[in-house]
């Protein structure tokens, strides 16, 4: 599988999109004023403890408070609550050795929060979720803070390896060096990319983390709630440390400052990868230069067409999301069962590609076309665990119910993406919306296709006089409309109609009698 990053900068921010063998799968938007990202450590002030949710509400600078719950306090709460205090008082010029603190004993799992905040003490917190719609961000205290090939953990004191390394030999590997190498209080998870690394890249990125403990331990010192003590990477960098792997190839900018800092980050975690990074110079936008653009409008309507004319119909709910599957006039036989299969194994590839690009989390149910036979509903569920398994965010796929639908549950760790498809509609002047332009040419080859599978020959297409120019545009044998009787080994007669709104279109016969699809 080949992955591309393309980075976009415009004045608002950043936009990054990752492809997947050309296809868009994840689009994150960074921008220049966010704040409160993941990963973020605040020094936080208890505001109010809510015995009845056992959670309480922390301020750490946001419009609204945050929330923690004390299944998201750390075993070693009473910990960091020592440890935040003597940081904020330490008045030393060689600072607090962490490696000689004193760790205090774990709470209780079935405990509550106001035994462990009692007093509404100052607390280090990390940003678990974004700010989502009128709630503040989710908290947590188990401090991480990963690295290329491990995660620092403080206070823990244990080294975990990813479950995704199967060797049994390569993890025992893995765990000697690490135990070999970390200090005192500082647990340590080593990740999927350590897997073959050797002694010396497994510590510089250990060292790397433990400096940057050491910073947090310095901004600290004097320190008044609230305040940020540490910002996460950006997108773009946490991206590459979170995704970089031998087969990603490119990694295109279009801004110097972020290309000289992408390539830069580069050579740091991976130096035999420097070469990938490219800068875009190129006067069109670069998103339309790969084809992203066209990718987004057809991705976030609330109708997603697949290729085969099947298409998906999403809709959000206060309460979860739904997903209806619908064969269109897509048919790959005449075998009713088959057909069902077929255009529910298209769709499943396709949902899992729409959760991860929307950032959809919470409860997904999904009504696929009703099949009758066990095995192919099994088969159904294995797909669509094998799609969503390059998905980094937790999930869970529950097998078929008797009525035919699929509940999916996702992690979502930032607001939903949602971008409007439509544009003002030219004839109406806005009191009405249209599919966007930019997919019109699509949707006329995709009717185009069902046509001339179904024997129909000699058409004739007449569209709005723009539409037609755009088609025949050109040198003759560039244009699409010779593409198109190429591809398809058929004659197709393209006409202008003044009377056409500017996205409608009709196919003729050789008798020319409308074909109604």
Known sequence: ?????????????????????????????????????????????????????????????????????????????????????????????????????????????????????????????????????????????????????????????????????????????????????????????VRTAAEGKNTAELHEDLTSLINTWKGIQRNLRGAEAPAKILSEQTKATSMLRDLLTEDFNKIVVNDNGIYNDTKNYIQKIAPEKAEIVGMYQNGASIFDHYGITKQVKSAFGKTVNLPSGAYLIIEHTEALHVIDVNSGYKSVGNNQEENALQTNMEAAEEIARQLRLRDIGGIIVVDFIDMKLPDNKKKLQDAMDNFMRTDRAKHAVLPISKFGLMQITRQRMRPEVNINTSEVCPSCNGTGKITSTILLVDEIEKKLLYLVTHQHKNLTLHVNPIVHSHLTKGWFFNSIKYKWNKKFKTNINVLPNNNYTLIEFHFYDQNEEEIKI
């Open 1 to 189: 599988m080949n992955k591309e990053l393309i980075i976009n900068s415009t004045p608002n921010g950043v936009e990054i999109a990752l492809l997947e063998d050309k296809k868009l799968v994840e689009l994150h938007n960074d921008k220049t004023d966010s704040s409160f990202g993941v990963g973020d450590l605040y020094l936080g002030k208890v505001k109010k403890l809510i015995p009845g949710l056992n959670a309480a509400f922390i301020d750490v600078g946001f419009e609204k408070d945050a929330f923690l719950h004390y299944t998201d306090l750390s075993p070693f709460a009473r910990s960091i609550l020592k440890f935040t205090q003597l940081s904020v008082a330490d008045k030393s010029e060689e600072g607090l050795d962490f490696t000689k603190f004193e760790v205090e004993p774990e709470i209780l799992k079935t405990g509550k929060i106001n035994e462990v905040l009692s007093g509404k003490p100052n607390v280090l917190v990390q940003i678990l979720k974004e700010p989502i719609a009128a709630k503040g961000p989710r908290l947590s205290c188990e401090i991480s803070l990963p690295g290329r090939f491990v995660v620092l953990t403080p206070f823990n004191d244990i080294v975990a390896v990813s479950k995704k390394i199967h060797s049994g030999e390569e993890r025992k590997r893995l765990q000697k060096i690490v135990e070999a190498i970390k200090e005192k209080n500082f647990g340590v998870i």
